[in-house]
């Protein structure tokens, strides 16, 4: 049965620039294959795009509950696209819950794809509905596409002899068949994937392409629903692509690192939402010579990194904000003993357990400062999914090449996030050069220094000669024998910052992007790139003088920080925290005059939240 | 790592230039002096040795050895130790602790790198007491022992390193008084050779906060009545006369003198060092009279980085990529022109 309630004002086929579409239902129901699905399938299309998964913590929520669901938007466009997107053109609701949970975020007059079958009386209990949406006017701003899809999935799959329960699972394809013919996608890259995954069931195979199929037809044969969307490719630079997310894309750059570098991969972790994504993609890796090492806890993940780097290995440990706490005092270990080491801080809602599958940016002033004594690291962070492979190499660069500690900050919004990946070639990456050393001269010491960057040599473990000791305790500045003489400690502490700022001669300066100078610039740092991005290029475009300086590089700042900044009238600082690198910044540049926009809702910025907000400031003068 | 040794050393060969600085009279001296003694007969180069350790008086060991060695942060020393391990295995691997470190701290690092079973050997410096923090009652201090922190005397239970040990399926443990430089040396090198994780408990006389808390079992005139040193495939006969020894009574250990009520040496339990199963040895490790030290347990297993070598090696075999390149080029990617 397929109800219309809002006559469609057109019924011509559109073509459209971009659509955001969000599938959502039981944590069980599969949307996260289903958008992944839809977003491969665009990807190779020719659509930008670019994905927000928003799954509950609860691995099984109670079925039907409002807290149990689970949803994937995606966002697909012919232009070039930087966030997920924030109001919805589609919604597909599996389940009452889903459509309760989802429905403010649909823009009127637009489309709802809902499985009829599953609006029964438990179900709308479940969702804490009194009457039935379908029935009592909830929806009539909207075109709701009524499809009794659990049924429908049960008639194609009637002759296979499959169990209820795996009958019920498939519905998913359902829906996804039905997208992609609104959509005029092609469902090959779906059936194949079938294939591989059900390579050894293969009636499962079969019976989730039938399924699809049956969407993608029923969709075709409803002449209530009209072909009414075509998203065009988009102009995208040349080149061979995939679909990457952000932790796939933070493991794939220290793959990079260590083989441009001739040092094998060490990954110390214990698993933690949302970093352990990082862990499961460098476990496959044994053949590069990854050694993954789950340990016992976070403290013996960074540890054993140390270890593993004291033995010439690239160490990394992986983890999100309550695990960077657990680990604060042995990255003080790394940076005495000057070692390289990278420490991946998938940031998510805080303080404490706080919202472990949401997004939040309230680590930095941590990253910066969460340890005992002088204790400056390195601190940098990635902007988008596809671009933590080159933070994630540059974090290892710099650890390398500066003998210290580096922290990575990318959030949850990012390392789930996916969008396409223009591929790289290791032999394009910067080069990396170590510090070790293989031979013992006349004078030699562990703490010997490069002249310009400060940074220590490398003797590593097994090198005849070159025997040392290194710790936590302060060690005299020639020998690197222990010393507690006040002169030393006070050069050493010093020699430790200036080895830290004297990166800002290794890292690119900070640009302002679609403005060099102007009325507003647009401050950020980080997974807020996209939509702050987004923000900007639509204000721009309609003649603003407005500037965007995104922030990757944090501890040292960019050396022209201080100039770019003074070229636009007014700054303003928008953080998904309450004003940390803001903090950063004013402590930095003699309390500048900055404004702040802060969101703390373990959510992305919404980009039309974000327009109107700078439009009022601009507006101002 | 014997096949490619050209040089022989002397115990000075592994004496660094920093001087030592541990309280006059303490047991350490000894364990550093029989370290320093065993290195040149381990059969391992200088450059492969690599002392870890955590914090404590014990931790300022590897200061004194003339190898890499890193001291690291409370507890973490057998986490900083599997690292290096894991990354290098051809590395001769001593991580140095003591009772605080390991047991409290590190607690939770020392059970799991025992069950891992890598081939590290660990010195347990137990001398029931916070030494560095100038004397507080440590996870070994006795009930009652009066302490800093305990000047009504202790409250907690302790542990017993070595119960604690086997229940974490430690493959070696040793165990032997802070006075024995000759066997301590000897057991050293037995942990070298033994492929796994070695524990040996070093039961060392603090002179300052607990002195002679082990008086009544490692003074020399008490020591052999007081004391089983057990060896692999021997009887545990001990006593000045030699005439003491254990039997299995029912489901416990009892001693039995040699002579009596019809008692002879052939009834005397033979220890097994090598058996899989543990039991006998909890039991000998419990014991108060007489105190079991010598190779308790020393069961030889797979090592976790062979397991890992193993696995690293098949998947190496099987592998369609010979460069990163390749992987990120693999699978579903698309062209845009």
Known sequence: MTVNKMEPSAREVESLSAVVIRFVGDSGDGMQLTGTQFTDTSAMFGNDVATFPNYPAEIRAPQGSLYGVSGFQVHIGSIEISTPGDDLDLLVAMNPAGLKTNLHALKAGHTIIVDTDSFSKKNLQKA??????????????????????????????????????????????????????????????????????????????????????????????????????????????????????????????????????????????????????????????????????????????????????????????????????????????????????????????????????????????????????????????ASTPSDCFDYAYEAARLSLEHMTPVILLTDGYIANGSEPWKIKSVKDMADIKTRVINKRSDSWHPYDRDSQTLARNWAVPGTPGLEHRVGGLEKDQVTGNVSYVPENHEYMTHVRAEKVKRVQNNIPELESEYNKEGDLLIVGWGGTYGSLHSAVRKLASQGYKIGHAHFNYINPLPRNTEEVLGNFKKVIVCELNKGQLVSVLRSNFNDKDLLQYNKVMGLPFSVTDLVKKFKIILDQD | MEDTLDKKYTFRDFASDQEVRWCPGCDDYVILRSMQKALPEMGVNKEDVVFISGIGCSSRFPYYIDSYGMHGIHGRAAAISSGVKLANPDLSV??????????????????????????????????????????????????????????????QPPFHPGELALGAQARFFARLGGNSPKEMTELFIQAQKFRGTSLIEILQNCVIFNDGCFTQYTDKKVKEDKQLFVEHGKPMIFGKERDKGLVLNGLKLEVVTIGENGVSEDDILVHDAKCEDNTLQQMLVKLEYPLVTGIIRSYEDELFEEREARLTEEVRKNSKFSSVDELFLSGETYEVK
């Open chain 2, 94 to 155: 001593w991580m140095i602790t003591g009772d605080g470190d390991s047991l409290a701290i590190g607690g939770n690092h020392f059970i799991h790198l025992l069950r891992r079973n890598l081939d590290i050997n660990v010195v347990l410096f137990n001398n029931e007491i916070y030494g560095l923090t100038k004397g507080q009652f440590s996870p070994t201090s006795l009930i009652g022992q009066k302490t800093k922190s305990s000047p009504f005397g202790n409250t």
């Open chain 1, 128 to 381: 804490e509905y009194d009457s039935n949406p379908l029935e009592d006017g909830t929806l009539e701003n909207y075109r709701v596409i009524e499809v009794a899809m659990t049924s429908l999935t049960r008639e194609a799959l009637k002759d296979l002899g499959l169990d209820n329960k795996s009958i019920t699972r498939s519905k998913n394809m359902f829906a996804l068949g039905m997208v992609y013919w609104m959509y005029d996608r092609d469902m090959n890259h779906t059936l194949r994937f079938f294939e591989q995954k059900f390579k050894y069931k293969p009636v499962l195979a079969e019976a989730n392409a039938k399924v699809l199929k049956a969407g993608f037809y029923y969709a075709e044969t409803l002449e209530l629903i009209p072909n009414a969307y075509q998203i065009l490719p988009s102009a995208m630079e040349k080149g061979t692509y995939r679909i990457v997310n952000g932790n796939t894309a933070t493991a794939w750059g220290f793959l990079a690192a260590a083989e441009k570098a001739g040092l094998e991969l060490f990954l110390g972790s214990y698993p933690i939402t949302p970093a352990t994504d990082i862990l499961h993609e460098l476990v496959k890796h044994k053949n590069f010579g990854v050694k993954a090492f789950q340990a016992e806890d976070e403290i013996a993940g960074v540890t054993s990194a140390i270890g593993a780097s004291f033995a010439g290995d690239l160490a990394i440990t992986t983890t999100s904000g309550p695990g960077l706490a657990l680990k604060s005092e042995a990255i003080g270990l790394a940076l005495m003993t000057e070692l390289p080491l990278v420490i991946v801080n998938v940031q998510r809602g805080g303080p404490s357990t706080g919202l472990p599958t949401k997004t939040e940016q309230s680590d930095l002033l941590q990253a910066m400062y969460g340890r005992n004594g002088e204790s400056p690291v390195i601190v940098i962070a």
